[in-house]
């Protein structure tokens, strides 16, 4: 048995490994043809087109909005939910609305991405003149809807696993339930919800069905969530389901664009990693 869980551990490791290795060699090709520092700061993105030019700026504009917006939404409502379960909920009722709220994540995203595309977005186009049809607000909008039940669900697991020593020692010291809430159950399980936030962060950056279907597939370079937007996940997914010339250039772009996300997510985990040492490192 110990030899099997040692075999599916290598294999895990090797996996990755393969997925890191298709990843470099195919952009080395890639950035043999094409500048680096065109790459990064060229501000159009045109590989498709007779013009072209392989500036990755407007996707990474593109998803960083929609996932801003996303968290904007996720964070602050998935906290105050976790602290609602936690601290003032009855037993009876968290064990009924948890999992009732974490089915949210259960539901495919290509259904959020028609719910965005055919909800959310004609109704905010009645508030909002103007407002394209495919657009960065609505994706990001629901995309947080999408990705709130793992801010509530892990921030509400840190948040149940804070002694009650610590609660009893505020409530003797005259503090009130709200004081005690975010004054010393929120700053003690600081690490458990930074963790929480940054995987949601992690997540709605590679999200791909909300962002294709609802957000469009126009690479510019905005920061106006009312207009249309293109994530470098809706462009491989564009590429990939195309006629373009497997092995050509332009093919060779989503490995570019993949070797990005890939690159920004490492250096988020690496960041939330160290957040959360240094966290536990404070409040232990």
């Not at 048995?1 to 599916?8: F, G, P």
Request: aromatic share 12%; net charge neutral; hydrophobic share 50%.
């Amino acid at each position: 048995m110990k030899r099997v869980l040692m075999i599916c551990a290598i294999l895990t490791v090797l996996t990755t490994v393969g997925i890191i290795w298709v990843l470099f060699s195919e952009s080395y090709t890639f950035f043999q043809q094409v500048s680096l520092w065109d790459f990064l700061t060229d501000t159009q993105w045109t590989p498709l087109f007779s013009d072209k030019h392989y500036g990755i700026l407007p996707l990474l504009s593109g998803t960083l909005l929609t996932t801003g917006i996303a968290m904007l939404i996720a964070v602050p409502m998935g906290i105050t939910i976790a602290m609602y379960l936690s601290e003032y909920a009855p037993k009876k009722f968290r064990y009924t609305v948890k999992p009732l709220l974490e089915i949210l994540a259960a539901i495919p995203t290509v259904v959020y991405g028609f719910f965005a595309l055919t909800v959310v977005t004609p109704f905010l186009q009645e508030l909002i003149p103007g407002l394209a049809g495919f657009n960065a607000l609505s994706a990001g909008l629901v995309m947080g809807i999408m990705i709130m039940p793992m801010v509530s669900s892990l921030s509400e697991d840190a948040l149940y696993a804070v002694p009650k020593s610590l609660r009893e020692g505020a409530y003797g010291m005259g503090s009130t339930r709200l004081q005690t809430s975010f004054r010393v159950i929120l700053p003690a399980a600081s690490s458990g919800i930074i963790v929480s936030v940054i995987l949601a962060f992690a997540r709605a950056v590679g999200e791909t069905m909300i962002v294709a279907i609802a957000a469009g597939q126009q690479p510019i370079l905005t920061g106006d969530p009312r207009s249309s937007v293109e994530t470098i996940t809706t462009y491989i997914v564009q590429v990939s389901s195309g006629d373009v010339q497997h092995g050509s250039l332009e093919y060779k772009t989503i490995f570019a664009a993949g070797i990005t996300l890939f690159i920004f997510t490492f250096i988020l985990n690496s960041v939330s990693f160290y957040i959360k040492k240094r966290f536990q490192e404070k409040y232990d």
